[in-house]
Protein backbone atom coordinates (compact mmCIF):
# COMPACT_ATOMS: atom_id res chain seq x y z
CA UNK A 1 0.00 0.00 0.00
CA UNK A 2 2.37 2.85 0.70
CA UNK A 3 4.37 2.19 -2.79
CA UNK A 4 0.77 2.47 -4.44
CA UNK A 5 -0.10 6.05 -1.94
CA UNK A 6 3.44 6.69 -3.44
CA UNK A 7 3.12 6.26 -6.86
CA UNK A 8 -0.25 8.20 -6.76
CA UNK A 9 1.22 11.07 -5.39
CA UNK A 10 4.15 11.18 -7.43
CA UNK A 11 1.93 11.49 -10.35
CA UNK A 12 -0.96 13.69 -9.17
CA UNK A 13 0.49 16.62 -10.77
CA UNK A 14 0.19 14.96 -14.52
CA UNK A 15 -3.13 12.97 -13.65
CA UNK A 16 -4.68 16.40 -13.04
CA UNK A 17 -2.92 18.20 -16.12
CA UNK A 18 -3.90 15.67 -18.33
CA UNK A 19 -7.26 14.92 -17.13
CA UNK A 20 -8.21 19.16 -17.11
CA UNK A 21 -6.67 19.40 -20.60
CA UNK A 22 -8.58 16.58 -22.30
CA UNK A 23 -12.09 16.87 -20.07
CA UNK A 24 -11.74 20.43 -21.33
CA UNK A 25 -11.16 19.87 -25.01
CA UNK A 26 -14.01 17.64 -24.58
CA UNK A 27 -16.24 20.24 -23.37
CA UNK A 28 -15.41 22.65 -25.93
CA UNK A 29 -16.30 20.43 -28.71
CA UNK A 30 -19.59 19.55 -27.00
CA UNK A 31 -20.09 23.53 -26.50
CA UNK A 32 -19.45 24.10 -30.29
CA UNK A 33 -21.89 21.45 -31.52
CA UNK A 34 -25.58 23.18 -31.16
CA UNK A 35 -23.36 26.16 -33.67
CA UNK A 36 -22.43 23.89 -36.18
CA UNK A 37 -25.43 21.00 -36.01
CA UNK A 38 -27.06 22.94 -38.50
CA UNK A 39 -24.26 23.18 -41.12
CA UNK A 40 -22.68 19.58 -40.34
CA UNK A 41 -25.11 17.82 -43.08
CA UNK A 42 -23.20 19.67 -46.08
CA UNK A 43 -19.77 18.11 -44.78
CA UNK A 44 -21.56 14.66 -43.74
CA UNK A 45 -21.82 14.73 -47.70
CA UNK A 46 -18.20 16.48 -48.24
CA UNK A 47 -16.39 13.74 -46.18
CA UNK A 48 -18.36 11.19 -47.82
CA UNK A 49 -17.50 11.58 -50.87
CA UNK A 50 -13.34 12.08 -49.49
CA UNK A 51 -12.88 8.26 -50.45
CA UNK A 52 -9.92 6.90 -48.57
CA UNK A 53 -9.21 10.28 -46.57
CA UNK A 54 -13.13 9.60 -45.20
CA UNK A 55 -12.34 6.12 -45.02
CA UNK A 56 -9.23 6.67 -43.04
CA UNK A 57 -11.31 8.17 -40.26
CA UNK A 58 -14.58 6.10 -40.15
CA UNK A 59 -16.12 9.52 -41.33
CA UNK A 60 -18.20 8.18 -44.09
CA UNK A 61 -19.73 5.73 -41.57
CA UNK A 62 -21.15 9.17 -39.61
CA UNK A 63 -24.13 11.96 -40.04
CA UNK A 64 -21.67 14.73 -37.85
CA UNK A 65 -25.00 16.28 -37.35
CA UNK A 66 -25.95 13.92 -34.84
CA UNK A 67 -24.48 13.90 -31.79
CA UNK A 68 -23.47 10.28 -31.70
CA UNK A 69 -21.62 10.96 -35.45
CA UNK A 70 -19.97 14.41 -34.07
CA UNK A 71 -18.89 12.75 -30.28
CA UNK A 72 -17.28 9.92 -32.03
CA UNK A 73 -15.56 11.60 -34.31
CA UNK A 74 -14.69 14.84 -32.80
CA UNK A 75 -14.61 13.89 -28.87
CA UNK A 76 -13.55 10.15 -29.66
CA UNK A 77 -10.07 11.62 -31.24
CA UNK A 78 -9.06 13.47 -28.30
CA UNK A 79 -9.72 10.55 -25.71
CA UNK A 80 -8.58 8.14 -27.86
CA UNK A 81 -5.12 9.68 -28.67
CA UNK A 82 -5.12 11.93 -25.72
CA UNK A 83 -5.73 9.12 -23.46
CA UNK A 84 -3.39 6.44 -25.01
CA UNK A 85 -0.55 9.53 -24.92
CA UNK A 86 -0.97 9.53 -21.07
CA UNK A 87 -1.31 5.79 -20.25
CA UNK A 88 1.70 5.23 -22.38
CA UNK A 89 3.84 7.79 -21.05
CA UNK A 90 2.78 6.25 -17.37
CA UNK A 91 3.58 2.85 -18.38
CA UNK A 92 6.63 2.95 -19.86
CA UNK A 93 8.25 5.31 -16.78
CA UNK A 94 6.59 3.53 -14.04
CA UNK A 95 9.84 0.84 -13.31
CA UNK A 96 12.45 2.30 -15.45
CA UNK A 97 12.40 6.06 -13.64
CA UNK A 98 13.45 3.96 -10.12
CA UNK A 99 16.92 3.19 -12.17
CA UNK A 100 17.23 6.45 -14.19
CA UNK A 101 16.63 8.19 -10.53
CA UNK A 102 18.67 5.97 -8.98
CA UNK A 103 16.16 4.61 -6.09
CA UNK A 104 15.92 0.97 -7.16
CA UNK A 105 18.55 0.14 -4.41
CA UNK A 106 16.94 1.69 -1.60
CA UNK A 107 13.61 0.33 -2.43
CA UNK A 108 14.63 -2.70 -2.95
CA UNK A 109 16.59 -2.62 0.41
CA UNK A 110 13.46 -2.77 2.10
CA UNK A 111 11.52 -5.88 3.32
CA UNK A 112 9.28 -5.84 0.43
CA UNK A 113 9.23 -8.49 -2.57
CA UNK A 114 9.62 -7.55 -5.66
CA UNK A 115 6.21 -9.02 -6.87
CA UNK A 116 4.50 -6.50 -3.98
CA UNK A 117 6.31 -3.53 -5.83
CA UNK A 118 5.29 -4.47 -9.18
CA UNK A 119 1.47 -5.17 -7.99
CA UNK A 120 1.76 -1.64 -6.36
CA UNK A 121 2.99 -0.19 -9.15
CA UNK A 122 0.50 -1.73 -11.96
CA UNK A 123 -2.46 -0.85 -9.46
CA UNK A 124 -1.26 3.02 -9.22
CA UNK A 125 -1.27 2.79 -13.16
CA UNK A 126 -4.12 2.05 -13.86
CA UNK A 127 -5.92 3.77 -11.04
CA UNK A 128 -4.82 6.69 -12.74
CA UNK A 129 -6.09 5.87 -15.66
CA UNK A 130 -9.82 5.38 -14.26
CA UNK A 131 -9.84 8.56 -12.65
CA UNK A 132 -8.50 9.97 -16.01
CA UNK A 133 -11.54 8.62 -17.89
CA UNK A 134 -13.90 9.18 -14.79
CA UNK A 135 -13.83 12.85 -14.72
CA UNK A 136 -13.77 13.09 -18.41
CA UNK A 137 -17.19 11.00 -19.13
CA UNK A 138 -18.81 13.43 -15.99
CA UNK A 139 -17.32 16.38 -18.00
CA UNK A 140 -18.78 15.27 -20.62
CA UNK A 141 -22.62 14.14 -19.49
CA UNK A 142 -22.48 17.79 -17.98
CA UNK A 143 -21.87 19.34 -21.07
CA UNK A 144 -24.48 17.10 -23.18
CA UNK A 145 -26.90 18.07 -20.62
CA UNK A 146 -26.06 21.81 -20.78
CA UNK A 147 -26.65 22.13 -24.33
CA UNK A 148 -29.86 20.61 -23.95
CA UNK A 149 -28.90 17.47 -26.20
CA UNK A 150 -30.32 14.07 -25.13
CA UNK A 151 -27.39 12.05 -23.76
CA UNK A 152 -27.05 8.79 -25.79
CA UNK A 153 -26.31 6.59 -23.05
CA UNK A 154 -25.47 3.58 -24.91
CA UNK A 155 -23.36 4.64 -27.21
CA UNK A 156 -21.64 7.55 -24.79
CA UNK A 157 -20.97 4.45 -22.23
CA UNK A 158 -19.74 2.04 -25.34
CA UNK A 159 -16.96 4.56 -26.46
CA UNK A 160 -15.99 4.87 -22.80
CA UNK A 161 -15.63 1.77 -22.30
CA UNK A 162 -13.59 1.34 -25.62
CA UNK A 163 -11.18 4.16 -24.49
CA UNK A 164 -10.46 2.47 -21.14
CA UNK A 165 -9.44 -0.49 -22.08
CA UNK A 166 -7.16 0.51 -24.98
CA UNK A 167 -5.53 2.97 -22.31
CA UNK A 168 -5.07 -0.14 -20.31
CA UNK A 169 -3.72 -2.30 -23.23
CA UNK A 170 -1.22 0.10 -23.96
CA UNK A 171 -0.59 0.76 -20.29
CA UNK A 172 0.43 -2.62 -19.57
CA UNK A 173 2.56 -3.05 -22.93
CA UNK A 174 4.22 -0.21 -21.63
CA UNK A 175 4.57 -1.13 -18.29
CA UNK A 176 5.94 -4.86 -19.51
CA UNK A 177 8.65 -2.78 -21.45
CA UNK A 178 9.29 -0.33 -18.99
CA UNK A 179 11.17 -3.17 -17.16
CA UNK A 180 13.82 -3.87 -19.97
CA UNK A 181 14.84 -0.34 -19.99
CA UNK A 182 17.21 1.06 -17.80
CA UNK A 183 17.54 4.97 -18.15
CA UNK A 184 14.05 5.35 -19.05
CA UNK A 185 12.40 6.73 -22.45
CA UNK A 186 9.12 8.49 -22.78
CA UNK A 187 9.94 8.67 -26.38
CA UNK A 188 9.43 4.66 -26.91
CA UNK A 189 6.29 4.52 -25.32
CA UNK A 190 4.57 7.83 -26.98
CA UNK A 191 6.22 6.53 -30.47
CA UNK A 192 4.06 3.08 -29.65
CA UNK A 193 0.86 4.88 -28.86
CA UNK A 194 1.41 6.53 -31.71
CA UNK A 195 2.56 3.99 -34.16
CA UNK A 196 -0.56 2.07 -33.27
CA UNK A 197 -3.07 4.85 -33.85
CA UNK A 198 -1.70 4.59 -37.66
CA UNK A 199 -1.67 1.11 -38.07
CA UNK A 200 -5.47 1.78 -38.06
CA UNK A 201 -5.97 4.17 -40.01
CA UNK A 202 -3.54 2.41 -42.19
CA UNK A 203 -6.32 -0.87 -42.18
CA UNK A 204 -9.12 1.68 -43.08
CA UNK A 205 -7.38 2.48 -46.20
CA UNK A 206 -6.25 -0.72 -47.37
CA UNK A 207 -7.84 -4.12 -47.76
CA UNK A 208 -4.10 -5.73 -47.58
CA UNK A 209 -3.54 -4.11 -44.56
CA UNK A 210 -6.35 -5.09 -42.40
CA UNK A 211 -4.75 -7.44 -40.45
CA UNK A 212 -3.05 -4.54 -38.52
CA UNK A 213 -6.48 -3.99 -37.17
CA UNK A 214 -5.26 -7.22 -34.50
CA UNK A 215 -2.66 -5.59 -33.84
CA UNK A 216 -3.82 -1.92 -32.86
CA UNK A 217 -6.19 -1.38 -30.27
CA UNK A 218 -7.69 1.12 -32.11
CA UNK A 219 -9.49 -1.56 -34.19
CA UNK A 220 -11.95 -2.63 -30.77
CA UNK A 221 -12.17 1.69 -30.12
CA UNK A 222 -13.15 2.76 -33.64
CA UNK A 223 -15.53 5.63 -32.78
CA UNK A 224 -17.75 5.29 -36.12
CA UNK A 225 -18.00 1.70 -35.66
CA UNK A 226 -19.02 1.88 -31.79
CA UNK A 227 -22.18 4.35 -32.30
CA UNK A 228 -22.94 2.71 -36.15
CA UNK A 229 -23.24 -1.42 -34.34
CA UNK A 230 -23.75 -0.19 -30.83
CA UNK A 231 -21.09 -3.04 -29.67
CA UNK A 232 -17.49 -3.91 -29.26
CA UNK A 233 -15.72 -6.17 -31.16
CA UNK A 234 -15.44 -9.15 -28.93
CA UNK A 235 -12.70 -10.85 -30.44
CA UNK A 236 -10.05 -7.93 -30.88
CA UNK A 237 -11.01 -6.60 -27.20
CA UNK A 238 -10.05 -10.21 -26.18
CA UNK A 239 -6.97 -10.28 -28.25
CA UNK A 240 -6.16 -6.47 -26.84
CA UNK A 241 -6.51 -7.42 -23.19
CA UNK A 242 -3.96 -10.70 -24.08
CA UNK A 243 -1.51 -8.55 -25.40
CA UNK A 244 -1.92 -6.22 -22.17
CA UNK A 245 -1.41 -9.51 -20.06
CA UNK A 246 1.35 -10.55 -22.05
CA UNK A 247 2.97 -6.97 -21.44
CA UNK A 248 2.24 -7.42 -17.53
CA UNK A 249 3.71 -11.34 -17.18
CA UNK A 250 7.05 -10.15 -19.05
CA UNK A 251 7.29 -6.58 -17.08
CA UNK A 252 7.07 -9.24 -13.87
CA UNK A 253 9.44 -11.66 -15.76
CA UNK A 254 12.45 -9.21 -15.98
CA UNK A 255 11.80 -7.65 -13.04
CA UNK A 256 11.98 -10.19 -10.57
CA UNK A 257 15.64 -11.83 -12.51
CA UNK A 258 17.40 -8.29 -13.75
CA UNK A 259 20.12 -6.68 -11.54
CA UNK A 260 18.27 -3.41 -10.48
CA UNK A 261 21.48 -2.51 -8.16
Known sequence: MTIFRHELRQGRLSLIIWTASIAFLFAVCIFLFPEMKGEMDQVSDVFSAMGNFSAAFGMDQVNFGTLTGFYAIECGNILGLGGALYAAMCGISMLSKEEKGHTAEFLLSHPVSRNSILSGKLAALFLQILVLNTAVLIISLISIYA?????????????????????????????????????????????LSIMLYFFNIIANISDSAEFLRFISPYGYAEGTEIVTNISLDGMLVLLGMLYGVIGVCAGYIQYNRKDVM
Open 147 to 191: VGEDIPWKEILLLHLAYVLLQIEIASICFGISAFLRKGSLGVGLG
